[in-house]
């Protein structure tokens, strides 16, 4: 008899430790659903199937960095005194900052992330935050070839930026809830306080040749505006190792 109860024991913990087990394979499983759809399934749909909820939210504040982009090209076809298409670029950089926002409670609510949605986020913020304010920019007036290379070197920063974190953000000191402490350098959805000061040159009429600060050099090689020197000064804070950002 007591060796029957022994054994019905020895049952109970084996089906406790295979339910144990089960449940952990389920809770993996679901981390790891969507790289295995994403790698297995062929067919021609898969990769809507694999997004989450969060990721479209993501692919929301692409869409409105695209639109901008788009927007500043439709200003530079059309007349340099109608500034609707100018509004327009400038209007969707806070909008993406709002998606940007979303997309993190989003995918807290549903306790759903992946790597995935943390590239789709960079690549995104890229295209709303980096190019889009340098399209706006060249827009406005910053066409020289000078201005040119510097608003590069402001995409490419951003650029950096956010590779930087994508493999530096697990080794960054976090706080009790598991979230990073601080930013490395400023978070390129910054840059909306660039856009900021063009909406402000664009309601007072400071575009083109009346951009502050004028041009430099004009005629030669190196003409530039020295107002893109803003553009610099802002890629050079993301890249910055040293300067942190605490995270509110």
Not at 100 to 114: E, Y
Not at 149 to 170: D, E, H, M, Q
Not at 181 to 190: A, Q, S
Request: charged share 15%; net charge positive; glycine share 8%.
């Amino acid at each position: 008899m007591a060796g029957r109860k022994k054994h019905l024991a020895v049952q109970k913990s084996l089906v406790s430790f295979l339910t144990l087990r089960e449940g952990t394979q389920l809770i993996e499983t679901a981390q790891e659903k969507q790289a295995r759809l994403l790698a297995t399934d062929n067919g021609h749909f898969s990769m809507i199937r694999a997004l989450h909820l969060a990721d479209i939210v993501t692919e929301l504040n692409g869409f409105c960095g695209i639109m901008s982009v788009f927007s500043a090209m439709r200003y530079c076809l059309g007349s340099p005194d109608e500034y609707g298409n100018l509004w327009a670029a400038l209007g969707f950089m806070p909008f993406g900052l709002f998606f940007d926002f979303m997309d993190g409670k989003v995918a807290r609510w549903r306790k759903k992330s992946s790597l995935m949605g943390q590239e789709l986020d960079s690549l995104a913020d890229l295209v709303s935050f980096g190019v889009s304010p340098a399209a706006t920019a060249f827009a406005i007036g910053l066409r020289t070839p000078l201005d040119h290379l510097l608003l590069t070197f402001f995409v490419l920063c951003g650029l950096t930026r956010l590779a930087r974190f994508n493999v530096t953000v697990s080794t960054l000191p976090k706080d009790a809830t598991g979230k990073s402490k601080y930013f490395e350098g400023t978070p390129i959805p910054t840059s909306l306080s660039i856009a900021g000061l063009m909406a402000y040159w664009v309601s007072q009429g400071w575009i083109q040749e009346n951009i502050p600060f004028g041009v430099q050099l004009q005629g030669t090689l190196f003409e530039f505006h020295p107002i893109v020197f803003l553009f610099v000064a802002h890629g050079c804070f993301m890249v910055s190792k040293t300067l942190h950002i605490p995270k509110p």
